[in-house]
């Protein structure tokens, strides 16, 4: 299973998720939102009617006035018009989606309410291939959203990147206690339901210190086992800081 046909399934599951709000992002029990209508003011019901995720990173932080938040795999934007109430009228609040109806969906939400998210923007692009400036951003969200990716090392490695020297990473994603079967990696509707993608904790962590980070925490939110293989997993919270003193083990 090659990365580009990884990519085109999750973008065509998340193209009819976008345009028709039928399915969840991701399968079952591991789709967490409970604690996301907790965090500020309401939110666009625009945005909230196509969410679901594993967490809730604006959990982690605490994003103040004129702070820049990027968001990885935004969808309806729902983190990011909660992290636009946070960072105010001189901060930025940045969605990244690669999928062209979240974009253009999360784009027309943001309209309909005139001046209010003014600090909000949608941007299209792999978050792989972030289309960020470098050293620019305080903090890195996302929700469920890089175990869809075929290449986990470059998302970290473009998260580092853009963030500015102490800036922090916090998202929620799902974790693997352990190596799942072969079979279940090669399943295609597993991987676009965030489940066959998944990392292992000691992999995710491993890896976010290969691309610089310090400072990795891991915690599990909820564990699951479902699905066609019963595997468990974990619906987790990561967070890691870029700083000045830089350790990056070994490949391999």
């Known amino acids: 299973m090659s990365d580009l046909e990884i990519r085109k399934a999750v973008k065509e599951r998340y193209s009819k998720l ?7 992002c991701c399968a079952g029990d591991s789709c967490d939102t409970s604690s996301l209508i907790t965090i ?4 666009p019901v625009e945005a909230s009617s196509i969410n679901a995720g594993c967490g809730s990173p604006l ?13 990885l795999g935004s969808g309806g934007g729902i983190d990011i018009f909660r992290a636009s109430q946070k960072i105010g009228a001189s901060g930025k609040a940045i969605g990244v989606d690669a999928t062209p109806e979240m974009i253009w969906r999360a784009r027309d939400t943001k309209a309909k309410y005139g001046e209010k998210y003014s600090n909000v923007e949608f941007r299209l692009g792999e978050i792989e291939h972030l289309p960020i400036e470098s050293n620019s951003v305080d903090y890195i969200i996302s929700n469920c959203v890089i175990n ?16 500015k020297q102490g800036g922090t990473f916090a998202v929620a994603d799902v974790t693997l206690p352990k190596e799942i079967p072969e079979a279940a990696r090669k399943d295609m509707d597993s991987w676009s339901a965030c489940m066959a993608g998944a990392l292992t904790d000691s ?3 491993r890896l976010l210190q290969i ?11 909820s564990t699951t086992n479902i699905g066609e293989y019963q595997f468990p997993y974990h619906s987790s919270h990561i967070k890691a800081r870029k700083t000045a003193q830089i350790f990056r083990p070994k490949l391999g």
């Open 211 to 221: 691309a610089g980070f310090r400072d990795v925490e891991i915690e599990h939110v």
């Open 148 to 163: 869809l990716s075929p290449d986990k090392l470059a998302v970290f490695k473009e998260s580092f990147r853009v963030l």
């Open 40 to 43: 500020g003011e309401a939110v």
């Open 18 to 24: 976008a345009t028709t709000s039928d399915q969840s």
């Open 59 to 71: 959990l982690l932080v605490s994003p103040c006035e004129g702070d820049v938040v990027v968001d």
């Open 203 to 205: 992999e995710y962590k």
